[in-house]
């Protein structure tokens, strides 16, 4: 027999072993089923390798002068069927170490595990920013300046405008309620109430600028600051007089039994729910359960919110914590990095030096990216989780996981909830029932976006471009690319892209305007 069916011997029948005792040499002879012989004697072994374990058994049982000391047991000398199936899998296994499969990094191996690179994009990510940061120290020394930003908010510290302005804002607060009481008890008409809303909401968003653009002591920091409490009570007195023109509709076709679902989608109510009383119209017509929804961490006005069971007084603590720090390094980061990289971009900027200003542009991406994350966390995590949690709001999802957008439209959509659930409950949704086309109504809503953007920068600014309104306006056909040709990563990876470049073209055409017009003259 050839040797080529030695080999396949083992896996293909059994074998029956025979052994012959020998003389002088010490030599056993093993004759096998198939033919194959082993000499003793230092001759030629044809042998496959299935034999090796029988071989080693018999050298066990044989002595000094080669002859045997005792008779082999016969379960010994026959491997039994279990036996023989392990010899011939670790033979398999020696004999074969390759199988079909995917290198790791291929997409087809459908491995996921990449913690190690991501820890490693983090430890680079530290040393160059830490690169970057010890050039900017040796470059410009210590910039932070505490006084300084003191200086942003109040130009005359006896003068406090901003402040002031935002006290007014208990005007309108004060007006929507008077007005929705008027309307519960039949007072004023129907078409009366509106029109008073109306004219109230307009002068939230009218009076506020008019202030700014007239009084020069308020500073571009203090007008951004009052107007955005401004457009988040404009947000809310809309949603407060829309809430309640629901209920008023509803109790006059005489329901029998108002429930949470009459003033915003059905949420189970948390745990400790119970132990507030449970608020129906008109009796919600208070100072304070509007006061309490003025300062809730909601754009959504409903007759009864999911409240805590108590207040958590670590967790308290630890938010508290986390303002006052990242509020310090908000403020140290913006010294220290933004400015300076700023100021130096304005000359590329005004002698239009194209690869200069690139470099200054991607120079800027980096620290104004990392302040942007940092306040997302100081602002939608640290900071409304506090306010929730001394009211005692149950409902904490501020944000979804927006860092795994794939496509632009659910950055938008998950970044925000509080304002993308106002966008879709008073907004988006009441168009689509009076049928108005999903595209539209997406479009209507990025510029309904697009308008407050440009407001809360070009007002406190003094002056009008437009830049961050195109910008906005410009997400429209940038949803629709990433949505159509870009899938996965790649649309997630575009989203980043966008975000990280977007945000410094807009604050370096801002400044670069905002420095013509008041040092120009000057330079």
């Not at 004697?41 to 080669?66: F, H, L, M, W």
């Not at 200003?357 to 942007?372: G, T």
């Amino acid at each position: 027999m050839s040797e080529r069916a030695d080999v396949r011997g083992p896996a293909t029948r059994r074998r029956r072993t025979t052994l012959t005792g020998g003389g002088g040499g010490g030599a056993a002879a093993v004759k096998q089923a198939n033919g194959s012989k082993v000499n003793g004697e230092g001759g030629k072994r044809i042998q496959c390798p299935a034999k090796i374990k029988t071989d080693v058994e018999v050298q066990r049982y044989s002595n000094n002068n080669g002859k045997m000391s005792k008779e082999m047991p016969e379960q010994q000398l026959t491997n039994s069927p279990r036996k023989q199936g392990s010899a011939v899998e670790d033979i398999s296994d020696r004999l074969s170490c390759h199988v079909l499969q995917e290198s790791l990094l291929s997409s087809a191996s459908g491995y996921s595990n990449y913690r190690g690179i991501l820890n490693w994009c983090v430890v680079m990510l530290v040393l160059s920013n830490a690169r970057l940061f010890l050039e900017n120290i040796i470059k410009y020394g210590i910039l932070v300046d505490p006084i300084q930003v003191v200086s942003l908010f109040l130009k005359d510290p006896y003068s406090w405008p901003a402040a002031c302005l935002i006290i007014v804002s208990n005007v309108f607060i004060l007006a929507a309620l008077y007005i929705e009481r008027r309307l519960t008890v039949g007072t004023i008409s129907k078409t009366t109430g509106q029109l008073l809303h109306i004219f109230n909401l307009t002068s939230v968003l009218i009076f506020p600028t008019a202030t700014i653009l007239s009084v020069t002591s308020i500073t571009p920091v203090g007008g951004v600051l009052s107007l955005g409490v401004y457009t988040v009570l404009f947000l809310k007195l809309y949603s407060y007089q829309d809430t309640n023109r629901w209920c008023r509709e509803i109790r006059q076709a005489k329901a029998k039994r108002l429930t949470r679902s009459y003033s915003c989608p059905s949420v189970a109510q948390s745990n400790g729910s119970e132990v507030h009383s449970h608020v129906s119209y008109p009796g919600n017509l208070t100072h304070r359960d509007m006061y309490y929804f003025v300062f809730a961490p909601t754009l959504c006005y409903q007759l009864n919110f999911p409240r805590s069971p108590r207040i958590r007084k670590r967790f308290l603590i630890r938010r508290l914590f986390e303002m006052f720090f990242l509020m310090q390094l908000l403020v140290g980061l913006i010294q220290q990095w933004m400015v300076p990289t700023i100021q130096n971009s304005m000359k590329p900027l005004q002698e239009m030096n194209f690869s200069r200003m690139v470099e200054r542009l991607l120079k800027l991406a980096v620290p104004n990216h990392l302040i942007w994350l940092i306040f997302f966390y100081w602002f939608f995590h640290s900071s409304m989780n506090f306010v929730a949690e001394l009211l005692q709001f149950g409902d904490r999802e501020f944000y979804r996981d927006w860092w795994n957008s794939e496509t632009v439209t659910y950055f938008w959509a998950n970044w925000n909830i509080p304002v993308h659930k106002w966008c879709l409950r008073h907004f988006y949704k009441p168009m689509l029932k009076r049928g108005t086309n999903k595209f539209l109504a997406q479009t209507v809503v990025f510029f309904l976006s697009a308008f407050f953007h440009e407001y809360l920068v070009s007002v406190p600014l003094k002056m009008f471009r437009l830049w961050a309104f195109m910008g906005m306006m410009a997400q429209v056909p940038l949803a629709w690319f990433v949505g159509r040709f870009l899938n996965g990563n790649y649309g997630n990876a575009a989203v980043w892209i966008s975000l990280i470049i977007g945000q410094p073209v807009a604050v370096l055409m801002y400044f670069h305007d905002y420095y013509v017009i008041h040092y120009g003259s000057t330079t």
